[in-house]
Every structure is written in structure tokens, then in C-alpha cells.
């Protein structure tokens, strides 16, 4: 018997938000890869374009701006992505994705309050 493996989706990452028409916005991703769904995203300040919020740098992006809500392929080129930019939301921690510089709880903390600043709030049971 063949066990079937669904992929993260939406309902996974958001538990729940105020109105979608004011918490979410499409935005575009930058290329160079593919963003999974509950994706942390910091906005590029000199484009305007969205990629994984790092841990460190100087181009905006190392700012939790948003949070991917369907999965994304911007491997050759950018995309158009929904995103929920701003609360009342709650999103699950266990179904958030970051960079890879976002590599200890310091750094995983410090994008958790970046989003709660948004009214984005990050709850371990959600």
C-alpha cells in the first residue's frame, strides 16, 4: 500500500487573519529560486521585490516583510506571489520557512518579532 504525502499548503501556515483583502497584497519574487509555502520574505528596498529574509545585509531584505502563502517557482525568472504582509494574522512557527543564515533560535526570534512589529504573530499552537 503506496503512502501518499501531501505538501504543506496555505491552511498549514495561516490560522488565521482579520480580512484578506487588507492583509494580503501580490507582490513580485525575485528569481534565482523556488519559494515554499509559509516562506519568510524581506523586501528588497532598491527593486521592491521580495526574497527570503536573511539573517544580516544591507538590501532591505534582512527585514521580515511578509509570509509566502502558496508555493512559488521564481527559479528563471520573477514572479508574482501572494503574500500576507500584515495583521490582525496569526501563522503557525512550525510551518514558517527561512534562509538558510537564519540558522539559530537568536536569529529565528529576532524574525518572529519582526513579524509580530507587522501584527503578523507566530504561535506555537495555532
Request: hydrophobic residues 45%.
Amino acid at each position: 500500500m503506496s503512502v501518499l504525502t501531501q505538501p504543506p499548503t496555505m491552511g498549514d501556515v495561516l490560522k488565521y487573519e482579520l480580512n484578506p483583502n487588507f492583509t494580503r497584497e501580490t507582490v513580485t519574487l525575485l528569481a534565482g529560486t523556488s519559494y515554499p509555502v509559509g516562506a519568510v520574505l524581506g523586501r528588497i528596498t532598491a527593486s521592491g521585490k521580495m526574497k527570503l529574509s536573511t539573517s544580516a545585509g544591507s538590501d532591505g531584505a534582512q527585514n521580515a516583510a511578509a509570509v509566502l502563502l502558496y508555493a512559488t517557482d521564481a527559479t528563471n525568472t520573477d514572479a508574482e506571489a501572494v503574500v500576507i504582509t500584515r495583521g490582525p494574522a496569526i501563522v503557525s512557527k512550525a510551518a514558517l520557512v527561512f534562509d538558510a543564515s537564519v540558522d539559530d533560535a537568536a536569529k529565528t526570534a529576532a524574525k518572529y518579532t519582526q513579524l509580530t512589529a507587522l501584527g503578523i504573530i507566530p504561535r506555537d499552537a495555532a
